[in-house]
């Protein structure tokens, strides 16, 4: 199949690349997929908008952020320097070392294809950071003084009493530039057929950043032959985000297909059951024609995705040789979990660093209900996702035929970014008129594309004031070695170097958080005007207030308290302990209230799963 790819896409010029590429990661198959993706969509036989940029990696996609790419915004730089600063200066503490001894074993932690760019920024950057930090400087000021944090007022660490004058052996940018183009000829040996411009310089964090980026920002499955937008391949926004493709071969065959021309020995719709009785009579039919069928959907934004950054990640004192040892699994997912979601949730993983908890989602209650439901679902969820993004192109990446599938239940869960920026003031929160269009366009795709007899449901916003108030005097994994980081002090940093995930909310501000909310209530009224006054023939709708008030109240009661609902990394996202809580709360308010939206048990389940076993798994 990799063959048949590479002959199919790749440009003869690089297939050659390919192959030796290939070759040499045969014994790590999920690398080598990444690989030859990136490689794929950076061959000269792909297709490239005009607009890229140009230059030694100007084939390459590059993530932006207001039109400026990602890893060269200055405080995306700043944060990730002073972070791996500031964690190299305390595991040097914790394991009783030099910096110097730290920084030299620190490339170890990492996958060994990351192995040759950490090496690349210790020999660029190590000589000035181990000087600095034996003047006892803190990581705010070290990456001042490396150029990598250009705002000299932001500081995430807190600034000494009495701030030492900058001693005069600091190694100079000329030192520095002349250590860059001698690790670039090395990396140039290492690696002949990566070709680099002479008049610019080579950055391998550029260069990783653009690698994941290459493979993940078209919001569908990367390895999807067929082109039926459901893959057999876990990651890359595969089957850990929609049901596993049991043919990728064919685009009649994929989850919730419900008509088909294909003999019943076939699985047309990939839930494990098919074949035929002694009678002749299909299981499908036999055990599923008479039983309600719905997907599951999800359309939201990363607290739908399930975002989660492993705290051991910036916690000192637990790092060690496997902490990262599943970081590209994790890259090539985004941070996101949707496997253990409350909404398309259907298992826990093994990788080092994955949410730990109980899962329970939406889809999980269909399917324990239906059997024939299995793999029926799609988390179309995205990092970032505002309503905006998502009506011009996220909710178009979403598989579902009108005519040859079933219905569906569509969540559609925007509950934050429409009002949550790093930008300071309500004037970049998009408006009630902008919000009105936005989902309007959105519900009218869906108008165009879902079966007849599905079902949309519209999640509010979020008060995110929740956060401040809970996560405020609590110490951050950045600062737990020494409990000099507080949440408090982290949002203040993200804010003043303006990439702060919602500056409103996580705010030390109570004037902007109050704002934001209320910007967040006069959106809300604006899906309950939607649904009051609007109607489509292929769906209802109703509007559901977003269950962390709910949630948190029953929390509460139990003797709960709100932090340990809220991502430890991110201090934003809820955790695994809320994304459990969210699934059982729905459930419940749909059982009491709206019992339309769960479909009757399947009487046959016993016989199902009697007969199909797993039905396949996931």
Not at 107 to 128: K, N, R, S
Not at 240 to 251: A, E, F, H, I, V
Not at 370 to 397: E, P, W, Y
């Amino acid at each position: 199949r990799n063959s048949y790819i590479i002959d199919k896409f790749v440009g003869t010029g690089t297939q050659a690349a390919v192959r030796t590429t290939m070759h040499a990661l045969h014994k790590n198959t999920l690398l080598a997929l990444v690989v030859l993706v990136c490689l794929i969509v950076a061959s000269p036989a792909a297709a490239r908008p005009e607009t890229q940029p140009q230059g030694q990696w100007g084939w390459l996609f590059v993530p932006q952020i207001d039109g400026q790419p990602l890893s060269l915004q200055p405080g995306i730089r700043c944060a990730a320097c002073t972070t791996v600063v500031g964690l190299l200066e305390q595991v040097s503490q914790v394991q009783n070392k030099t910096v110097e001894q730290t920084m030299q074993e620190a490339c170890t932690y990492l996958p060994e294809i990351m192995l040759d760019y950490c090496q690349f920024f210790v020999q660029t950057y190590g000589p000035d950071v181990v000087a600095l930090l034996e003047e006892e400087e803190t990581a705010d000021v070290v990456c001042q003084q490396i150029s990598m944090c250009t705002n000299k007022v932001c500081h995430l660490f807190p600034v000494p009493n009495e701030k030492q004058e900058y001693k005069s052996q600091r190694v100079t940018d000329a030192a520095r530039e002349l250590r860059v183009l001698q690790v670039r000829k090395a990396l140039q040996a290492k690696y002949p057929f990566q070709k680099h411009s002479k008049s610019e310089r080579w950055d391998p964090w550029t260069w990783l950043v653009q690698l994941i980026a290459q493979a993940i920002n078209s919001h569908e499955p990367i390895f999807d032959i067929d082109g039926d937008r459901f893959s057999n391949m876990e990651v890359l926004r595969g089957s850990l985000w929609r049901g596993k493709d049991c043919d990728d071969g064919t685009s009649e065959i994929y989850p919730g297909r419900r008509k088909s021309t294909l003999p019943p020995q076939v699985d047309h719709n990939c839930n494990g059951i098919a074949g035929t009785d002694a009678s002749g009579r299909s299981y499908e039919d036999l055990f599923c024609a008479n039983t309600p069928q719905f997907g599951t959907i999800v359309l939201g934004d990363s607290a739908g995705a399930h975002f989660h950054v492993p705290p051991d990640y910036l916690t000192a004192a637990k790092l060690n040789q496997t902490t990262y040892s599943s970081l590209i699994e994790i890259l090539s997912m985004e941070f996101d979990w949707p496997e253990m979601s409350s909404g398309t949730g259907f298992q826990a993983v093994n990788w080092t660093g994955a949410p730990e908890g109980i899962v329970r989602s939406g889809y999980l209650e269909m399917v324990s209900r239906n059997l024939c439901m299995h793999r029926d679902f799609q988390n179309i969820c995205v990092n970032g996702a505002r309503s905006g993004s998502m009506a011009s192109t996220i909710i178009k990446t979403m598989a579902r035929n009108q005519t040859l599938d079933y219905p569906a239940i569509v969540t559609f869960a925007l509950i934050g970014n429409d009002v949550c920026n790093g930008h300071a003031g309500v004037e970049h929160m998009t408006t009630p008129q902008e919000f009105y269009t936005n989902v309007m366009s959105s519900l009218t795709y869906l108008e165009a594309n879902l079966p007849a007899g599905s079902h949309v449901i519209l999640v509010g916003l979020v008060d995110g004031r929740v956060l401040y108030d809970s996560m405020a005097t609590r110490i951050h994994p950045i600062g737990s070695w020494r409990k000099d980081v507080t949440y408090a002090n982290f949002y203040d940093y993200l804010n003043c170097l303006e990439i702060s995930p919602c500056w409103g909310w996580m705010n030390s501000n109570a004037t902007a958080r109050n704002a934001t909310t209320q910007r967040a209530f006069e959106l809300n009224q604006v899906y309950k005007q939607i649904v009051a006054n609007t109607t489509f023939t292929k769906f209802d709708m109703h509007y559901f207030d977003p269950p962390l008030v709910g949630v948190l109240k029953q929390w509460e009661q139990q003797g709960g308290h709100a932090w340990q609902l809220i991502e430890p990394v991110d201090g934003f996202h809820p955790n695994q302990i809320a994304n459990y809580l969210f699934a059982n709360y729905q459930n419940a308010l749909y059982e009491k209230y709206y019992p339309f939206l769960l479909p009757p048990i399947n009487p046959n389940n016993a016989n199902i799963q009697k007969m199909f076993g797993n039905q396949g798994g996931y």
